[in-house]
């Protein structure tokens, strides 16, 4: 199975409804279960699965991304043959387009001499805004068995956006009968958009697209070519987010502080790898309180914290109380201030004695570096 | 390429008196803080003042060790050029080399390892030790005093000078006297075990040492006595921060509770300074609904739902429901179980402590100091439910449930 598969993220994306979380970088890295960013899933799920050689799409917005990702090596991806490829949109130079990618076609396009070079037979494409811990390696294994030419991974639980998301209805055989794209309400099995595939097919899929000017993945190859080809899904029993907007990135968050999701996700013999920041410990000052929260390193907290995801760095003052609440990297919550189901971006500072309280079905979020 | 000066880090020692904790790694890789190992202080130290080139000598159980230090990276020491390099004793032409005699031995076999980087300084340091410092400076101290050899000391209480290495010194902080544990000390300025050497001259004094048949190869014992007889410029760099020694189970506990006190002593939070270590990738550590925690530190992967105090809990640790952990060390991986009581303890790597049994005992009031102390519960050992671990104990088989050890 070694260095049979080759790895495609896409990275271009920033999705508007995710509002202030998306301004400062593309989805990809948005900050996800205390200590990640979205994109860590879909990486490690490669490395996990022997992937040595890994294309991340990019186009605007990446400077965050590229802060994170580095070289690769803590995904073991810095290698001295392969290893991970930040592909930003050199393509479109010559022929003078400008503009987001339109599609995820459209973005292959964009990288078509970095496919061309591709060492491997086959390519798995994926979002990099998934969490999910995938075995990738049992669905490439379940491809070569069904002879499928694409085959696609979908959870039956569907906690997308169903107007961002797409839907296949599966006969009993395993293969994929219909495609609905961005439907009004979810119909079957919620689309991963991970999908493996033979570099021979996606390449011509590729050229047939590019020819015929269809920037949609979905609308080229899932739906125009779709009874051509033999689509085979792969039904993913675990727990997946996908994040595309503000309250859905909430509710996904929330999420963790279940035992079960955290045992899925955090499945420790696929581990989920991320940025060594060398964080010391978390210190919980006396009298401090931390119920039925995620707390990463390096936080200082000394005030009451519930029903919380904390991320490095975090600094909760004496008599400061966060219930509900998401705050990222090195948010700074100072004496007294009462926050309720808010979301503070990067380094957000709440002065002393703020109120600040969102609702569960539109929780609060502060733009990074603000200060309140 | 030439260095102005490599930095020899001697980690080979057992530290026998840390008992059961060492009995498969060594010292410098017991873990330290919550987050990090002995070792990490020195390593960290050296990169922060500058110095890239770091021979770690190992000898006693450098399995663990190695694979802690590879190639470097947490340290930024993974270079093309220096870089950190694992010296272990070898055989060499004509069956001759052995096991490290001491610690001016080990420099000795690394004669030819210090040589490829021509340095003009010698940074000799030791791995048992928790401390900030800046190695640069005290290279400055030696450079302006126009030294041979300098020594970092501290002052310690005159009542405790008789446990150290005495240095005694003139009105310029030059050293005229050392002392190994004196009962009646002139001074108290202790020796820290950090020595900065001209790299020429100390390669001298290493070679003649070597071929006293009567020399215990030691830098405190041969070395710097020799030295001092012959008159050499032998400088003292006062140091006053945070130090401590963790050659034993007490001083290792008090200063991993001095780890609780986060802005004095050892700020880890300190951006300026920050010590690196290796920690596997856990995801954040989670406290319970049920979950009471104060004036503690917790770190990756920890699941915690009982009640934590004053303690220092390392990655992947369990405390479930109605559990109680006091003043105590969990290191990676322990679990304890419900309703279980820790309490003035170290609970090494993976061990298990069973569902309400009790491990240690806070000192009373009256006890007998000599009777009471630390309990120590050894790596990957199971005590049984409902069993009692006394204080002061050192546990290294599994402990059967229900009855009194």
């Given at each position: 199975?070694?260095?049979?598969l080759h790895?495609?993220?896409f ?5 508007p409804?995710l509002?202030?979380?998306?301004q400062?970088?593309?989805t990809?890295?948005?900050?996800y279960?205390?200590r990640?960013?979205v994109?860590?899933f879909?990486?490690?799920?490669m490395?996990n699965?022997?992937i ?5 799409i990019?186009h605007a ?5 590229l802060?994170?990702?580095?070289s ?8 001295k043959h392969?290893?991970?490829r930040?592909l ?8 003078q ?9 459209d973005?292959l396009a964009?990288v078509?001499?970095?496919?061309e070079?591709?060492r491997?037979d086959?390519?798995v ?11 990738l390696?049992?669905?490439f294994e379940q491809h070569l068995?069904t ?9 039956p639980?569907p906690?997308?956006d169903?107007?961002?998301?797409d839907y296949?209805?599966v ?5 994929i ?5 961005h439907?009004?309400s979810?119909?079957g099995?919620?689309?991963?958009e991970?999908?493996?595939?033979s570099?021979?097919?996606l390449m011509s899929?590729v ?8 920037p ?7 739906l125009?070519m779709?009874s051509r080809?033999?689509?085979v899904?792969?039904?993913?029993q675990?727990?997946?987010?996908r ?14 502080l279940?035992?079960?999701?955290r ?5 420790p013999?696929?581990?989920v790898k ?8 978390t210190?919980?000052g006396?009298?401090?309180k931390?119920?039925?929260?995620l707390?990463a390193?390096?936080c ?5 914290v519930?029903n ?9 003052e004496?008599?400061a109380?966060v219930?509900?609440c998401?705050?990222?990297?090195g948010?700074v919550?100072h004496?007294g201030?009462?926050l309720k189901y ?6 957000v ?9 969102g609702?569960?079905t539109y929780p609060l979020a502060?733009a ?5 | ?9 001697l980690?080979g020692g057992q530290?026998?008196?840390?008992k059961?904790?060492?009995?498969k ?6 873990p330290?803080g919550?987050?990090y190992?002995?070792i ?6 050296c990169?922060?003042s500058?110095i890239?080139t770091?021979?770690?000598l190992t000898?006693?159980q450098p399995?663990e060790?190695n ?5 470097g990276?947490p ?11 694992i ?22 076999q690394n004669i030819?390892?210090?040589s490829l980087?021509?340095?003009d300084?010698v940074l000799?340091?030791s ?5 900030k410092?800046?190695?640069e400076?005290?290279?400055e101290h030696?450079?302006a005093m126009?030294a041979a ?8 209480p005159?009542?405790e000078?008789p ?5 005694n010194v003139d009105q ?14 002139k001074s ?7 020595y900065i ?5 100390l ?5 003649a ?16 006595p020799?030295m001092l007889?012959n008159?050499?410029r032998?400088?003292a760099?006062?140091?006053s921060g945070y130090?401590k ?5 007490d001083?290792?506990?008090d200063?991993n509770?001095?780890?609780?006190s986060v802005?004095s002593?050892?700020d880890?939070?300190d ?5 690196f ?10 406290t319970g609904?049920d979950?009471?925690v104060n004036?503690?530190l ?5 699941v915690v739902?009982g009640?934590?105090?004053?303690s220092v809990l ?12 006091r003043?105590s060390?969990?290191?990676?991986g322990?679990t304890v179980k ?9 609970v ?11 491990v ?7 006890a007998?100091?000599?009777e009471?102390g630390i309990?120590?519960?050894a790596?990957?050992i199971k005590?049984?439910d409902?069993?009692?671990?006394p204080?002061k104990a050192?546990v ?8 009194a050890?």
């Amino acid at each position: 199975m070694t260095n049979k598969l080759h790895g495609i993220i896409f990275a271009y994306r920033s999705n508007p409804q995710l509002r202030e979380l998306s301004q400062p970088r593309n989805t990809c890295s948005i900050p996800y279960g205390g200590r990640y960013r979205v994109v860590d899933f879909m990486l490690s799920n490669m490395v996990n699965a022997g992937i040595s050689d890994v294309g991340l799409i990019v186009h605007a917005n990446y400077q965050s991304l590229l802060d994170h990702v580095g070289s690769g090596k803590d995904w073991d991806l810095s290698r001295k043959h392969g290893g991970l490829r930040i592909l930003p949109p050199f393509g479109y130079a010559d022929k003078q387009r400008e503009g987001d990618y339109r599609g995820r076609m459209d973005a292959l396009a964009g990288v078509y001499s970095y496919l061309e070079r591709i060492r491997q037979d086959y390519v798995v494409l994926a979002g990099g805004d998934v969490a999910a811990n995938l075995d990738l390696d049992d669905v490439f294994e379940q491809h070569l068995r069904t002879g499928a030419d694409i085959t696609a991974v979908c959870t039956p639980v569907p906690r997308g956006d169903a107007r961002s998301s797409d839907y296949f209805t599966v006969r009993e055989d395993g293969v994929i009968a219909d495609v609905s794209v961005h439907p009004v309400s979810p119909m079957g099995c919620e689309s991963l958009e991970v999908y493996i595939m033979s570099k021979d097919l996606l390449m011509s899929l590729v050229e047939h697209c590019i020819a015929h000017n269809i920037p949609s993945f979905s609308q080229g190859v899932l739906l125009d070519m779709g009874s051509r080809l033999k689509l085979v899904s792969y039904t993913f029993q675990g727990y997946a987010a996908r994040l595309q907007s503000v309250a859905g990135y909430y509710a996904r968050s929330m999420e963790l502080l279940d035992p079960a999701v955290r045992a899925d996700l955090f499945n420790p013999l696929r581990p989920v790898k991320t940025k060594d920041m060398s964080n010391p410990s978390t210190y919980y000052g006396p009298g401090s309180k931390s119920k039925n929260s995620l707390v990463a390193d390096g936080c200082i907290i000394e005030g009451e914290v519930e029903n919380s995801i904390l991320f490095r760095g975090v600094t909760v003052e004496k008599g400061a109380k966060v219930q509900n609440c998401i705050l990222m990297q090195g948010s700074v919550i100072h004496q007294g201030a009462v926050l309720k189901y808010a979301i503070t971006d990067k380094n957000v500072q709440v002065n002393a004695g703020r109120m600040l309280m969102g609702h569960e079905t539109y929780p609060l979020a502060i733009a990074k570096n603000a200060v309140v | 390429m030439k260095k102005e000066c490599v930095a020899m880090l001697l980690a080979g020692g057992q530290g026998s008196r840390l008992k059961a904790l060492t009995s498969k790694v060594a010292k410098p890789a017991v873990p330290f803080g919550g987050k990090y190992r002995i070792i990490d202080f020195p390593l960290s130290n050296c990169v922060n003042s500058g110095i890239d080139t770091v021979g770690v000598l190992t000898q006693y159980q450098p399995l663990e060790l190695n694979g802690y230090i590879g190639n470097g990276q947490p340290w930024d020491l993974d270079r093309s050029d220096g870089g950190v390099h694992i010296l272990p004793p070898y055989v060499k032409e004509g069956d001759k080399g052995t096991w490290y005699k001491g610690t001016a031995n080990a420099i000795y076999q690394n004669i030819g390892f210090i040589s490829l980087y021509d340095p003009d300084y010698v940074l000799i340091l030791s791995g048992d030790h928790i401390y900030k410092m800046d190695y640069e400076q005290m290279l400055e101290h030696h450079k302006a005093m126009n030294a041979a050899c300098t020594i970092s000391v501290m002052e310690v209480p005159m009542e405790e000078a008789p446990r150290f290495g005495i240095m005694n010194v003139d009105q310029d902080d030059m050293i005229y006297e050392f002392e190994e544990k004196p009962k009646k000390p002139k001074s108290n300025l202790a020796s820290m075990g950090i020595y900065i050497f001209n790299w020429k001259q100390l390669r001298e004094y290493l070679i003649a040492d070597e071929a006293d048949e009567k020399s215990a190869n030691d830098f405190g014992k041969n070395i710097i006595p020799a030295m001092l007889a012959n008159n050499e410029r032998m400088a003292a760099y006062r140091f006053s921060g945070y130090w401590k020694d963790v050659g034993t189970i007490d001083s290792l506990w008090d200063a991993n509770m001095d780890m609780l006190s986060v802005h004095s002593g050892i700020d880890p939070y300190d951006t300026e300074w920050p010590i690196f270590a290796r920690t596997p990738t856990r995801p954040p550590h989670f406290t319970g609904p049920d979950a009471v925690v104060n004036h503690s530190l917790m770190t990756g992967g920890c699941v915690v739902d009982g009640e934590v105090e004053n303690s220092v809990l390392f990655h992947s640790v369990t405390v479930e429901k109605g559990a109680k952990v006091r003043y105590s060390i969990l290191m990676p991986g322990a679990t304890v179980k419900e309703g279980a009581d820790v309490e003035y303890a170290i609970v090494a790597e993976n061990a298990i402590i069973g569902a309400g049994a009790q491990v240690g005992a806070p000192p009373a009031a009256d006890a007998d100091p000599e009777e009471w102390g630390i309990a120590v519960v050894a790596e990957g050992i199971k005590v049984g439910d409902n069993a009692v671990v006394p204080a002061k104990a050192m546990v290294t088989r599994n402990v059967k449930g229900g009855a009194a050890k």
